[in-house]
């Protein structure tokens, strides 16, 4: 059976929009992308901090293959010689896999899915927390707040992004146990 043109068209363009419906892996994140972010973090003991730990996460963009980004980050503890690097792999809806536990390396969200093409470790999921201006370290950026919640565990995981290329901006994760806090610091090679 012959589909007339016209028709053919129509099912073309109709299966191509079905297929951008969920989220995607933003153009400008390609192999040579490299970001860096500054991190703060310290253990938390009957409402009492112990000193904190500061860090600096360099992630290179190996490869990009179709919805899967393949990368490697090195973090790097400020004043020591105490670091590694991780290799690891994200798909456009944030299905991340690593060698270290605590560490995904997705450094984006799709702009056009943000809640889609993002989640926390252990699945949580993600709402709009509002959309305004996001300033640190001298820059501004119209940007979006992203936010998951539990009253009940204490833990608040909250992912700043900016509002048209989905670039994570800044990333707190807070739990009864700890605090983690990301900010971004540079980029290059986009």
């Not at 904190?52 to 992630?59: D, P, Y």
């Not at 670039?167 to 739990?175: D, K």
């Amino acid at each position: 059976m012959k589909i007339p043109g016209f028709f053919l068209s129509i099912l073309i363009l109709f299966s191509t929009a079905l297929a951008q419906d969920g989220p995607t892996i933003p153009n400008w994140v390609k192999p040579g992308v490299v970001v860096v972010y500054d991190a703060v973090s310290a253990f938390v003991n009957n409402g009492r901090f112990s000193q904190g730990i500061q860090t600096v996460l360099t992630t290179r963009v190996m490869s990009v293959n179709g919805n899967r980004v393949f990368g490697r980050t090195n973090v790097q503890t400020v004043g020591s010689p105490i670091g590694g690097t991780h290799d690891w792999s994200c798909t456009a809806a944030a299905n991340c896999t690593t060698d270290a536990s605590t560490l995904s390396g997705q450094f984006w969200v799709d702009p056009a899915h943000p809640t889609q093409s993002i989640h926390g470790a252990n699945g949580e999921i993600y709402s709009i927390l509002g959309h305004g201006p996001y300033s640190y370290g001298g820059h501004t950026w119209d940007a979006v707040m992203l936010s998951y919640q539990n009253p009940q565990t204490g833990v608040q995981l909250t992912t700043t992004i900016e509002a048209k290329t989905g670039l994570v901006l800044a990333h707190s994760e807070v739990t009864p146990a700890q605090q983690v806090h990301v900010y971004f610091r540079s980029m290059k090679g986009q």
